[in-house]
């Protein structure tokens, strides 16, 4: 037995340092895929719990891939694009050193003006993509129903992105190493993807208005705040110690 666990734990500080090399080795892409597929699995079990309560209920609802390729897409692009530049590039020149103004910054203007836009926008694009009419809409014209759709939900994602992302923030450039910051936010941002699925995953649809899932936000933010703080620290720690 103790031979065993000798040789699990060999073999599992190996895979360790194996994942190390890799994502320092492709920062970019390793961060991408591990988004997304968080993104994507989150949605998953989202719809997965919203299928099961409605047929609890009598009722009918059917897994929406479009939802889903949203989400999927969605957290693969930011984290190729907009998210490596602000967390590998940008913050360790302008703000090395300083965790909290950093965590600051990223919460209360990287999230609501980059990352919230960049996902209404999407959503726009995803619902012409994935239309059974021919064509786009003008670029102009997807980009100013985006803006318009943050717009009218800014009051009410603003303070609950405040409420998530500012202790794992904080904690995110207090202690994760650089090539490790984006899969550690596609870890502790499994909670957030829940939350984004949840309330707002329905931003294609326009038979559902966005905004009639907004009540849940709050309620939701704060369940899963004080379980995602605690896993905050160990993801945390343990890539450190990586």
């Known amino acids: 037995t103790t031979a065993a666990r000798g040789v699990l734990i060999g073999m599992l500080g190996r895979f360790a340092v194996w994942v190390n090399d890799l994502a320092k080795r492709h920062m970019l892409a390793f961060g991408a895929t591990v988004t997304g597929m968080k993104y994507g699995v989150a949605d998953y079990l989202v719809q997965s719990k919203e299928i099961s309560d409605a047929k609890a209920k009598g009722e009918h609802v059917s897994f929406e891939w479009r939802r889903n390729l949203l989400l999927c897409s969605?957290?693969?692009?930011?984290?190729?694009?907009?998210?490596?530049?602000?967390?590998?590039?940008?913050?360790?020149?302008?703000?090395?050193?300083?965790?909290?103004?950093?965590?600051?910054?990223?919460?209360?203007f990287q999230t609501p003006l980059v990352y919230m836009t960049?996902?209404?926008?999407?959503?726009?694009?995803?619902?012409?993509?994935?239309?059974?009419?021919?064509?786009?809409?003008?670029?102009?014209?997807?980009?100013?129903?985006?803006?318009?759709?943050?717009?009218a939900n800014l009051a009410?994602?603003?303070?609950?992105?405040?409420?998530?992302?500012?202790?794992?923030?904080?904690?995110?450039?207090?202690f994760?190493?650089?090539?490790?910051?984006?899969?550690?936010?596609?870890?502790?941002?499994f909670f957030w993807s829940i939350i984004l699925s949840t309330c707002r995953g329905n931003t294609m649809d326009d038979s559902k208005e966005a905004s009639s899932q907004s009540q849940q936000v709050v309620h939701l933010t704060a369940s899963i705040t004080t379980d995602a703080d605690a896993i905050t620290v160990n993801t945390a720690v343990a890539t450190s110690a990586v």
């Open 74 to 108: 969605f957290g693969l692009t930011y984290a190729a694009g907009p998210g490596y530049l602000v967390y590998t590039k940008i913050y360790p020149r302008l703000l090395p050193g300083k965790p909290v103004i950093t965590a600051v910054c990223d919460s209360f």
């Open 118 to 151: 960049q996902y209404y926008v999407m959503a726009d694009f995803m619902k012409d993509a994935t239309s059974s009419s021919a064509g786009f809409r003008p670029l102009g014209e997807i980009l100013s129903s985006g803006l318009a759709t943050w717009k």
């Open 156 to 174: 009410e994602d603003w303070p609950n992105q405040q409420l998530f992302w500012v202790p794992a923030q904080m904690l995110n450039f207090c």
């Open 176 to 189: 994760v190493p650089l090539h490790f910051r984006m899969p550690y936010m596609a870890g502790i941002g």
